[in-house]
Antibody, heavy 119, light 107 residues
Framework: EVQLVESGGGLVQPGGSLRLSCAAS????????MHWVRQVIGKGLEWVSA???????YYAVSVKGRFTISRENAKNTLYLQMNTLRAGDTAVYYC?????????????WGQGTMVTVSS | DIQMTQSPSSLSAFVGDRVTITCRSSQSITGYLNWYQQKPGKVPKLLIY???SLQSGVPSRFSGSGSGTDFTLTISSLQPEDFATYFCQQSYSIPRSFGQGTKLEIK
C-alpha cells in the first residue's frame, strides 16, 4: 500500500523550531518529487515547499529563509526543518507525493501533522 | 506567481442538483489544472487531473473542462456524499497554488 506518514508536529513557542518527518512506503520514493502543503484548520490549502528527485528545492515566499526541505532516499523519508516559527505557521502540515504524468498531480497525501505556534 | 480564484466560495444545493464550480488562473496554465475534494477532518482527494481527466475510482457524475485560464468542475447529479469542499490547483509552475475553496452544502 502506498502510504505517507508524517510525524514531528506539536506545540512550540514563537521563535522556536520543529522538524517534521514523512515516512514513505509502498513506492519508489527516490523517483518522486515531494511537497509540503499546509492548511489552517477550516481554511484553504497553502503550498509550502518542494524537493525534486535531484534534490532541487523550492519554497513559498512566506517560509523562505526559515524552512528547509530535505530528503533521505535511503530511509524513504522527507523532512521539513522549520525555524523561527511564527503564529502564522500554525496549521496542519501534509506531506504530498507529486505524480508527473499527463500533468502533475498531488496523488498521495499523508494524514497530516499539526503544528501549533503559541506562547 | 500564479493566483487561482474560485467561485463561488460557498454553494447550497439539493441532492440531485447539477452544480458547477469555476476556477480562474491569473495567467495561462494550459491544461495543468487539478481538482480536489476534501471532507471535514479528512485529507484532500484528487478528483480531476489535467483539467478534464477523471481520477481512477471517481464517479462519472464528476467532470471537468477548460483550458488556458478558465476551468469548471461540474457535478451532474449531487449525491449526499458529495457535500464537501472543493479546491482547484495549478501544476503549471512552482510555486504550486490552490484556489481558496468552494464549500458545497446541503440545502
Amino acid at each position: 500500500e502506498v502510504q505517507l506518514v508524517e510525524s514531528g508536529g506539536g506545540l512550540v513557542q514563537p521563535g522556536g523550531s520543529l522538524r517534521l518527518s514523512c515516512a514513505a512506503s509502498g513506492f519508489t520514493f527516490s523517483s518522486y518529487d515531494m511537497h509540503w502543503v499546509r492548511q489552517v484548520i477550516g481554511k484553504g490549502l497553502e503550498w509550502v515547499s518542494a524537493i525534486g528527485t535531484l534534490g532541487d528545492t523550492y519554497y513559498a515566499v512566506s517560509v523562505k529563509g526559515r524552512f528547509t526541505i530535505s530528503r533521505e532516499n535511503a530511509k524513504n523519508t522527507l523532512y521539513l526543518q522549520m525555524n523561527t516559527l511564527r503564529a502564522g505557521d500554525t496549521a496542519v502540515y501534509y506531506c504530498v507525493r507529486e505524480f508527473v504524468g499527463t500533468t502533475n498531480t498531488f496523488d498521495v497525501w499523508g494524514q497530516g501533522t499539526m503544528v501549533t505556534v503559541s506562547s | 506567481d500564479i493566483q487561482m480564484t474560485q467561485s463561488p466560495s460557498s454553494l447550497s444545493a439539493f441532492v440531485g442538483d447539477r452544480v458547477t464550480i469555476t476556477c480562474r488562473s491569473s495567467q495561462s496554465i494550459t491544461g495543468y489544472l487539478n481538482w480536489y475534494q476534501q471532507k471535514p477532518g479528512k485529507v484532500p482527494k484528487l478528483l480531476i487531473y489535467a483539467a478534464s481527466s477523471l481520477q481512477s475510482g471517481v464517479p462519472s457524475r464528476f467532470s471537468g473542462s477548460g483550458s488556458g485560464t478558465d476551468f469548471t468542475l461540474t457535478i451532474s447529479s449531487l449525491q449526499p456524499e458529495d457535500f464537501a469542499t472543493y479546491f482547484c490547483q495549478q501544476s503549471y509552475s512552482i510555486p504550486r497554488s490552490f484556489g481558496q475553496g468552494t464549500k458545497l452544502e446541503i440545502k
